[in-house]
């Protein structure tokens, strides 16, 4: 075998046969810059409030309230007419307020049954934990002393246009009536509205729109229903309507229905004392200067 030429060397990149593979180049990812201008993420209304039923199903609810009022009150004065006062006209026989308490009464079983059936049919889910019902227990006390203190918001009628009378009154006119009407005002009145408004229609908002706004739009229908009792006195429904603040306030900071529940009744109970106090027990209704207050 013989040697290589001088200068050669074996090794040497010169000799394309000897030299080493040229080195692989590997390839590595490509890293691109992060993106300088992030989408920022829209954070939701500030409400854990999530029922499992629509908006829709409260305008039906409603709905069906108005229209089962509507029918109860024609068929049981129609009835009435008929059967306990056929010499009377058929607004006379209209106007009487048990009469009138007795179709609130019935419309009011009638809805009842229907958000039963709604939340536990429909929605398969337990009526008093979906509403949130919640009871605070002894805490429970000082709720129904809120409702005493919202008396104040009252004070505010000194200094609004407020009715000398309004149809309200009729509901005072004898004794019967007045404690019919205090018993229902604190009991089957506030549960149907707290149920209805802090229990149905609170939580609705306040998924969509927040906390805040929630209360406020669920205060104002509060208000404006309590307009025809009245008389459409403009002064009478703010009142209402700061009263329904302070209500939906208590249902969204304690998460309970039953707590506003006892604040209204706090409120409306009191109310009725103070009626019965300034009346002597409703015997001497022309003493009822209170009850302007109570507007």
Same mark, same amino acid.
């Given at each position: 075998?013989?040697?290589?030429?001088?200068?050669?060397?074996?090794?040497?990149?010169?000799?394309?046969?000897?030299?080493?593979?040229?080195?692989?180049?590997?390839?590595?990812?490509?890293?691109?810059?992060?993106?300088?201008?992030?989408?920022?993420?829209?954070?939701?209304?500030?409400?854990?409030?999530?029922?499992?039923?629509?908006?829709?199903?409260?305008?039906q609810i409603a709905g069906l309230t108005l229209a089962t009022l509507f029918i109860a009150q024609l068929?049981?004065?129609?009835?009435?007419?008929?059967?306990?006062?056929?010499?009377?006209?058929?607004?006379?026989?209209?106007?009487?307020?048990?009469?009138?308490?007795?179709?609130?009464?019935?419309?009011?079983?009638?809805?009842?049954?229907?958000?039963?059936?709604?939340?536990?049919?429909?929605?398969?889910?337990?009526?008093?934990?979906?509403?949130?019902?919640?009871?605070?227990?002894?805490?429970? /006390?000082?709720? *129904?002393? +809120? %409702?005493? &203190? !919202?008396?104040g918001l009252d004070v505010l009628g000194r200094f609004l246009p407020m009715p000398k009378n309004t149809?309200?009154?009729?509901?005072?006119?004898?004794?019967?009536?007045?404690?019919?009407?205090? /018993?229902?005002? *604190?009991? +089957? %009145?506030? &549960? !149907?509205?707290?149920?209805?408004?802090?229990?149905?229609?609170?939580?609705v908002l306040a998924r969509r729109m927040g906390a805040f706004w929630g209360i406020l739009l669920t205060?104002?229908?509060?208000?404006? /229903?309590?307009? *025809?009792?009245? %008389?459409?006195?403009?002064?009478?429904?703010?009142?209402?309507?700061?009263?329904?603040?302070?209500?939906?306030?208590?249902?969204?900071?304690?998460?309970?229905?039953?707590?506003?529940?006892?604040?209204?009744?706090?409120?409306?109970?009191?109310?009725?004392?103070?009626?019965?106090?300034?009346?002597?027990?409703?015997?001497?209704?022309?003493?009822?200067?209170?009850?302007?207050?109570?507007?």
């Amino acid at each position: 075998m013989g040697l290589a030429p001088e200068g050669i060397s074996l090794s040497s990149s010169d000799n394309p046969r000897l030299a080493p593979p040229p080195a692989t180049i590997e390839s590595s990812p490509v890293s691109f810059p992060a993106d300088p201008f992030p989408a920022t993420p829209v954070a939701p209304p500030a409400s854990t409030e999530n029922p499992v039923w629509t908006g829709w199903d409260v305008l039906q609810i409603a709905g069906l309230t108005l229209a089962t009022l509507f029918i109860a009150q024609l068929l049981i004065v129609l009835g009435a007419l008929h059967f306990a006062f056929p010499h009377q006209s058929f607004m006379e026989v209209a106007q009487k307020p048990s009469l009138a308490l007795l179709s609130e009464l019935l419309t009011y079983v009638a809805v009842a049954l229907y958000m039963i059936l709604l939340v536990q049919g429909k929605y398969h889910a337990r009526f008093w934990q979906a509403i949130r019902w919640n009871w605070p227990g002894m805490a429970g /006390i000082s709720l *129904v002393g +809120l %409702g005493v &203190l !919202m008396l104040g918001l009252d004070v505010l009628g000194r200094f609004l246009p407020m009715p000398k009378n309004t149809p309200f009154d009729q509901f005072f006119a004898h004794r019967s009536d007045a404690y019919l009407t205090a /018993i229902f005002a *604190v009991t +089957l %009145g506030p &549960l !149907m509205e707290e149920v209805f408004f802090r229990g149905f229609l609170y939580p609705v908002l306040a998924r969509r729109m927040g906390a805040f706004w929630g209360i406020l739009l669920t205060a104002l229908p509060f208000g404006l /229903i309590h307009m *025809v009792q009245y %008389g459409y006195a403009w002064g009478a429904v703010l009142i209402i309507f700061l009263v329904g603040v302070v209500l939906t306030a208590v249902r969204a900071r304690t998460k309970s229905v039953a707590s506003s529940f006892l604040a209204h009744v706090g409120y409306n109970g009191t109310l009725m004392v103070l009626a019965a106090w300034a009346t002597d027990g409703f015997r001497h209704m022309d003493k009822a200067g209170i009850l302007l207050l109570c507007r």
